[in-house]
């Protein structure tokens, strides 16, 4: 496993980080839950990320299980919040902020966090009120670094004018193979700031695994087909331009020598300003597979081509 400093931070990061968006908060199993989180530690595997959304806390209370007799200083541990956790709480005022980063912290079992990101920005908040909130936890000991997930640029560039308060060192967008819009702008406003990015969905949910074929039934077992977990799938992503362009993808990563997951991550990872992929397991032999996508020097010309099978795949779904 490589690893990568996260911004103008001094952590350095697993190139392939836990997820538990949509597994650990109720899609799986707690026993399957806890026995990849075993697993990605066993695979060198130090970035874990969370939020205390992910099925209102039950994903931390999961990770704080799993982690439970593990040394502290062995991982990264990363949560988030904004999104209502009830009728009342919910977005990113100061009380918020002390009241989810507290709520986290118990269900964790842990006495601070080394990363806390803003899950989206709150416009019924002033900003520099959610600045200083962040700044004192970071004071207090709580968390040790801050970053944000899916701000609008200007609000990125806002928070980074201001003084005297703690600056950004990672962003968490979704980005893939068949999702690169950060590329627009978040990414060169990010490298010229010291932030890195922890990118979420790198294998668009399932999708460029090569697990749904064109015109068949998807399978029963997966994400897709899961009433927890399929909700969020973006369906042109299951139309046939698109899963025929996945399926030629399969091909270029043989090529290389690689799963179709390990390709998708790996072309995830050729770009500089990536920390980590995060990726989704329900079982503990995902993460066996995906982890191997780590420190792989794949041919440019391979990753070129299937830039340009996904462009004309979205296109034509599109057009559909």
């Known amino acids: 496993m ?54 209102r806390g039950a994903a931390e209370t999961v990770l704080g ?34 009241k989810q980063l507290n709520d986290s912290l118990k269900r964790l079992r842990t006495d601070y966090v080394d990363l806390y990101q803003c899950h989206r920005y709150d416009p019924s908040t002033p900003l520099e009120e959610t600045m200083q909130a962040l700044t004192d ?33 990672s962003s968490q967008p979704q980005y893939s193979l068949l999702w690169r819009e950060p590329e627009v702008e978040v990414f060169a406003l990010c490298r010229a700031n010291g932030i890195s990015q922890i990118v979420w969905s790198p294998l668009a949910q399932g999708v460029l695994t090569g697990k749904y074929q064109p015109g068949a039934e998807v399978p029963s077992n997966s994400r897709a087909a899961s009433s927890k977990m399929g909700t969020m799938l973006d369906r042109n992503w299951l139309s046939r331009p698109v899963l025929e362009a996945v399926q ?18 790996a072309w995830v990872l050729r770009e500089p300003n990536v920390a980590s992929a995060i990726i989704g397991a329900s079982r503990p032999e995902q993460v066996d597979e995906n982890v ?6 794949v041919d440019p010309a391979l990753f070129a081509e299937a830039e340009q099978l996904m462009e004309f795949a979205l296109t034509a779904a599109m057009a559909r």
Not at 26 to 51: N, P, Q, S, Y
């Open 292 to 297: 191997a996508a780590s420190g792989h020097a």
């Open 248 to 265: 030629r993808v399969t091909e270029l990563a043989e090529k290389a020598g690689l799963t179709p997951s390990q390709f998708s991550l």
């Open 137 to 169: 936890v970071i004071r207090q000991g709580k968390v040790r670094y801050i970053g944000f997930s899916e701000w609008p640029v200007e609000k990125i560039r806002a928070a980074l004018d201001m003084a005297d308060v703690a600056k950004f060192v």
């Open 65 to 98: 299980e799993a982690l439970a007799g593990v040394d502290r200083a062995s991982y990264k541990l990363a949560t988030k919040l904004f999104f209502p956790m009830n009728a009342g709480d919910r977005g990113l005022s100061r009380v918020q902020i002390f």
């Open 2 to 55: 490589q690893h990568r400093r996260l911004g103008n931070s001094d952590l350095m990061v697993s190139e392939i980080s836990l997820g538990s968006w949509l597994t650990y908060s109720g899609g799986v199993d707690k026993e399957r839950a806890i026995a990849c989180i075993k697993r990605a530690l066993e695979l060198g595997i130090t970035f874990l990320d969370t939020a205390n959304i992910y099925g």
